[in-house]
């Protein structure tokens, strides 16, 4: 396709139930974020990846957080043990450089634990 | 630190008005990116315009313009003549050359009355 993909749309869990979060960038995009959108608030960074490197991760809230991107293109975000806290909109952007050209974005994966 | 404010929570206008929309941002650093998205109810970020810190030339693009002034850091975006399909959350956000992890203000929720 030609915008960033995000699998799937919505998402229920129950509370200590594993997730995995799938983001298909744009085709030939070296640099791919994650971010977490709590309701009515702006995306929080969570992790950056230069192909299949994570250059940071300092936004990951806990260790049960984990994102890979193995090949460089498709990325994983995965959620072990899942709280309530952990309810939000989880977005993917994509882009061949940064940080001085725009982002395009996924329309996010709706996490809601119960 | 860097950070992005965006006072403005919701702003309620009826259509043909013009609307304003208010970013104040704060960065140690010379070189640096600023940005506008909107995101409408479907979820992902549009990417609107980018901004780098050496460019303080207003720029317009059809209804949209955007007041970018480094004396008192702030990068305003103004829609004239409002269209219902205006109607979204506008995010700033700001990168810069010291800190790639881009920050986001917390969104101003845009409702366009017909």
């Known amino acids: 396709g030609a915008g960033v993909s995000q699998s799937p749309r919505y998402k229920v869990a129950k509370r200590g139930q594993d997730v995995a979060l799938r983001c298909d960038p744009i085709?030939?995009?070296?640099?791919l974020f994650w971010y977490q959108q709590a309701l009515g608030q702006g995306p929080e960074f969570l992790t950056y990846?230069?192909?299949?490197?994570?250059?940071?991760k300092s936004g990951l809230p806990s260790d049960r957080f984990f994102a890979e991107r193995p090949e460089g293109s498709v990325s994983t975000l995965k959620i072990q043990r899942t709280q309530q806290e952990d309810s939000a909109v989880y977005l993917c952007?994509?882009?061949?450089?940064?940080?001085?050209?725009?982002?395009?974005f996924g329309q996010g994966t709706r996490l809601t634990v119960v | 630190a860097q950070k992005v404010t965006q006072a403005q929570t919701e702003i309620s206008v009826v259509e043909k008005e013009d609307v304003t929309l208010d970013c104040v941002y704060e960065?140690?650093?010379?070189?640096?990116?600023l940005f506008w998205y909107k995101q409408p109810p479907s979820g992902e970020l549009v990417f609107l315009i980018r901004?780098?810190?050496?460019?303080?030339q207003n720029e317009i693009s059809g209804r949209y313009s955007w007041n970018f002034q480094k004396s008192t850091s702030s990068f305003n975006f103004t829609i004239t003549a409002s269209q219902v399909v205006d109607s979204a959350v506008y995010f700033c956000?700001?990168?810069?050359?010291?800190?790639?992890?881009?920050?986001f203000g917390r969104g101003t929720s845009l409702i366009v009355h017909p």
């Open positions: 960065t140690r650093d010379t070189t640096y990116y």
């Open positions: 085709s030939g995009h070296v640099s």
């Open positions: 956000a700001l990168t810069s050359e010291g800190s790639y992890i881009p920050t």
């Open positions: 990846f230069q192909n299949e490197a994570q250059l940071d």
């Open positions: 952007a994509s882009s061949n450089a940064y940080p001085n050209t725009e982002a395009f």
């Open positions: 901004r780098n810190s050496f460019d303080e």
